[in-house]
């Protein structure tokens, strides 16, 4: 007798009934560039249909996203001056934090995110302080504390760590207790990896190291046991949920992570995973939004629970359609 897998693959009903893995806009967080300046909508050249949009339009795109029933977005802030020790990060009126209490003021329930890191804020583009060339891991510990706090204070639901410092989650989360933002959640980027995929973000928030790389503290590509070890420290730290990044080279981790740790589990498909299904399907030579939802399921289907995703939009789109 011959068995016949292909009876449960013979209609889009059958399909539809054994189908194990469903994506829903509620699995996305939305990333957004916001930059300084009035009334700016400039395109990112190395992601086709992401722009770097000013404050005070930040809630057209929020409107967009929210319409569409994503519930979260992560925002990354481009400010107007940086520095050394990337000052504006704390800035209380920075970028970021108006553009948090701006989205909280008008959609109370949109999920807000916020990326916690000094490589959008110095001038050499590295993600702390630099001493004696070499990034100082404790001294860059109080400015992430500090920037956590204004978003907190400005009206984040979630602060999201993205340098790889050690000790960090537990630093934010005594620094947010300590001024009574019990409340204020950590998604830990726990497993970071030094990635060739973040090319075009780089190119979007004008971030890139001015010498060395971010090897030091970012994870080897190479390195899987490392990777639960990461994910291990910052549940004990305190996270209350984790990610993995980016996403695509990296579903075996994500399968790892998830099976290692209870938390709910983020990973994120980052600019440059974007950037090559824009690329290649300019060029005709793949289907793009066929492309796009094959890697977003793969994403879930390898473990993950929330996927950062510059797809979000037009994914959403198609799965409300
Ligand atoms: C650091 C940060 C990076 C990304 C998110 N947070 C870049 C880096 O570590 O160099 C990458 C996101 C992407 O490529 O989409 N603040």
Redesign the pocket.
């Known amino acids: 007798m011959i068995i016949r897998p292909r009876r449960l693959r013979r209609t889009s009903g059958i399909r539809d009934m054994v189908r194990e893995t469903i994506l829903t806009p509620k699995d996305f967080i939305a990333?957004l560039y916001i930059k300084y300046g009035k009334d700016r909508k400039d395109p990112i050249p190395s992601m086709p249909g992401q722009y770097q949009v000013s404050v005070d339009i930040v809630n057209k795109e929020i409107e967009e996203i929210w319409s569409l029933g994503i519930p979260a977005v992560i925002l990354?802030g481009i400010p107007e001056t940086k520095d050394p020790v990337g000052s504006s990060s704390c800035d209380n009126d920075g970028v970021i934090q108006q553009a948090i209490s701006d989205i909280k003021e008008r959609f109370p329930d949109m999920v807000v995110v916020t990326?916690?890191?000094?490589?959008?804020y110095t001038d050499h583009g590295h993600?702390g302080i630099i001493k004696n060339g070499h990034v100082d891991n404790d001294a860059t510990l109080e400015v992430l504390s500090r920037q956590a706090l204004t978003h907190a204070r400005a009206g984040a639901d979630i602060v999201a760590p993205?340098?790889?410092m050690d000790g960090r989650v537990a630093a934010i989360r005594k620094e947010l207790d300590i001024n009574q933002f019990h409340e204020t959640g950590i998604l830990s980027?726990a497993v970071?990896y030094a990635?060739g995929?973040?090319?075009?973000?780089?190119d979007?928030?004008d971030?890139?190291?001015q010498f060395g790389d971010?090897s030091e503290h970012?994870m080897d590509p190479a390195n899987a046991r490392e990777a639960l070890k990461e994910a291990k420290l910052d549940v004990e730290e305190g996270a209350d949920m984790i990610m993995v990044?980016?996403a695509l080279p990296y579903l075996d981790i994500v399968r790892r992570v998830r099976e290692q740790c209870n938390l709910p589990l983020a990973a994120?498909?980052?600019?440059?995973?974007?950037a090559m299904v824009k690329a290649a399907a300019e060029k005709g030579w793949i289907d793009g939004p066929r492309v796009m939802m094959e890697m977003l399921v793969s994403i879930k289907r390898a473990g993950a629970d929330l996927i950062?995703t510059?797809f979000a939009r037009e994914a959403a789109a198609l799965l409300n359609s």
Not at 115 to 120: A, F, N, S, Y
């Open positions: 990333p990354f990326d916690v890191c000094l490589c959008e993600c993205s340098d790889m980027y970071k990635s995929f973040y090319g075009p973000f780089r979007a928030v971030s890139a190291p971010r970012q990044k980016p994120y498909n980052v600019s440059g995973e974007y950062l510059y």
